[in-house]
């Protein structure tokens, strides 16, 4: 089983960015991110297939945020700019042991891990 520990979260305020980290203990078919806020469903935020590199944001993150993988470090990024209250959740780092059919479904994912609090304030 792979293991996920992310870093980077934080408090910002409104505009300011952040970067999230994910280090994979294994080889990963694809990962991403999702973030909750209490009380909300589960929100799938951007995603990133290894064998082919396709990529796959939210609409409410696109052209803000970025994606990208270092493969030699088994590393997940997320570079999150332009940042506003609606981005203030916990982000969590996913990733599959197994085939990618579809990156975006959490039911693609079997590693999860243990999340990172991001607060953006006006």
Do not use: H
Not at 1 to 22: A, D, M, N, Y
Not at 73 to 101: F, G, H, I
């Amino acid at each position: 089983q792979v293991q996920l520990v992310e870093s980077g979260g934080g408090s910002v305020r409104t505009g300011g960015s952040l970067t999230l980290s994910c280090i994979a203990s294994g080889y990963t078919y694809c990962m991403g991110w999702f973030r909750q806020v209490p009380g909300k469903e589960r929100e799938g935020v951007a995603f990133i297939s290894t064998l082919s590199g396709y990529i796959w944001y939210a609409d409410s993150v696109k052209g803000r945020f970025t994606i990208s993988r270092d493969g030699a470090k088994n590393t997940l990024y997320l570079q999150m700019n332009s940042l506003n209250v609606e981005d203030t959740a916990m982000y969590y780092c996913a990733a599959s042991t197994r085939s990618c059919a579809r990156v975006n479904p959490s039911w693609t994912y079997n590693a999860w891990g243990q999340g990172t609090q991001v607060t953006v304030s006006s």
